[in-house]
């Protein structure tokens, strides 16, 4: 009991607690029930984009990108609908498009092994440049009520956007614990080197995980343009650095080889409440860019400090 305790995840839940005490005590209203209910409607796009996130983390590499290919993908489907295409068929070129830029980032890191920084870095402002240009950055709005219900709807009592949620975060889990794939991701994030000298296929590895982001954020793209019912090339601003947040608060070590699924569960749910209480009680979002990017900071510091203390003791 003592040593489940001392763990991050502990750490975590704790944190959580306290945070909506506070939130409770500054603004009862926030954690009402109701309230509650209203607001998870707004994490299901950050919660699926974040666990591909993770496991880049986790393989030693990083996506800058995830919100530039949720807005491509999303304007993507926006024209297609407006040009009278049928709802399944743009939505299945949205999921082409995502995957396809996760392809390129892909490639781009595995083939030719530029650093995931630099690539996803370009790729980020080019997806959105695109979004931007081929849409001429007007909103494209006016769907089918039978396209929202992919965000209202609801099965076995379960939000559809839970739903897809929980399918992507159980499929990570069990990659991660069971598979040769998991552990194969591990091994690269620990040491690529010695992963690659030891026979393990890594440049396959790592297109798959980049492909697999960019087909998660199309999924997001399709979900949030439901939930607005508007396409626009500025969907997904940020997401990158919440995804990259949850992921690095929930233990995933910036520099790869370690991350778990229920670390990350945590991470998001406290980067969702954080959020949304800013947004709640000071009105203003902006500072969410603040709060997110401190918290980043922070949860990046305290690995550095736990992983010298470890190494301390180790020696001693």
Known sequence: MRRILQTHEAALAVLLIVGLAVAGTMDPTF??????????????????????????????????????????AAVAFGLLVEAGWAVPWAAAVALVVGAACGSVNGWLVARLRVHPLIVTLATMAVFRGVAEGVSLARPLS?????????SEGRLGGMPLPGVVFLIVVLAAGIAMRKTTVGRQIVAIGLNEVAARYSGLRVARVKMLLYAGSGLACAVAALLLVARNNTAKADLGTGLELEAITCAVLGGTRIEGGTGNVFGLLLGIVLIHETREFVSWHWKQSELNLIVIGVLLLASVLAQRALAGRTASEGTS
């Open 142 to 150: 006016g769907y089918s009520e039978g396209f929202r219900q992919l």
């Open 31 to 72: 954690v009402s029930l109701r309230a509650q209910t209203l607001l998870s409607t707004h994490v299901w796009e950050l919660a699926i984009v974040a666990v591909p996130t993770m496991l880049i983390i986790v393989s030693g590499g990083i996506d800058l990108s995830v919100g530039s290919i949720v807005a491509l």
